[in-house]
């Protein structure tokens, strides 16, 4: 799984590195799907559930799922999230963060950083003996605190020989409440934080997932192990 994991995350920093002003989010999608198949691994996404393409590029107040295309062009100022998953030697990776096309508002910067470290947080978390609900309030508590909301309607999950594997991780909770976290699980945690409201859409596509209010959103995810010395992530390039 860690080989599965690295090779998601190279992929990700590979086209993370390539967001600029004028690049298109069909560009930075092939990008993903040669370094992952040049690895000699298959992007997790391509034709999942029917998704068209290998990464899911959501840009400022799309929260999650956005289908790369031709004629989506980045311009100075957004915030693009890449979600990229990678399958390898019978597992999955799955990973995403995001970037900011040149320079962005403050406001934006202290979004994307809100929420990464709400993602560390909820990596923290991950102790075996603890519980899911354990994972979800760190991440809520630390964007909330900030003022920010969590996405309610779509969660981080067990990750394995499947993409998606129980038990959800929602990125809000109850301490002690919860499926129990034990050695051997891998998990992904990925909270998707708002600026404004937490509720979302899904428009006709059935894939792209808006902020209902138009406002900015940010997207970060590791797939985390728990073992008996903590947490480990293996989306981790080195
Ligand atoms: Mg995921």
Redesign the pocket.
Known sequence: MRAAGRISQRALRLAGAAVEPGVSTAELDSIVRKYIEEQGATPSFLGYGGFPASACISVNNVVIHGIPKEDCILKQGDIVSI?V?AYFEGFHG?N?WTFPCGDITDEAAALLNATKNAMFEGIKAAKAGGRVGDIGYAVQRYAELRSYSVVRDFT??GVGAKL?EAPNVPNYGTPGRGPALMPGMVI?I?PMVNMGTHKVKVLRDKWTTITADGKLSAHF?HTVAVTPEGPVILTDAD
């Open positions: 979600d998953g799955d995403a981080g999950h998606h992904a990925e995810e």
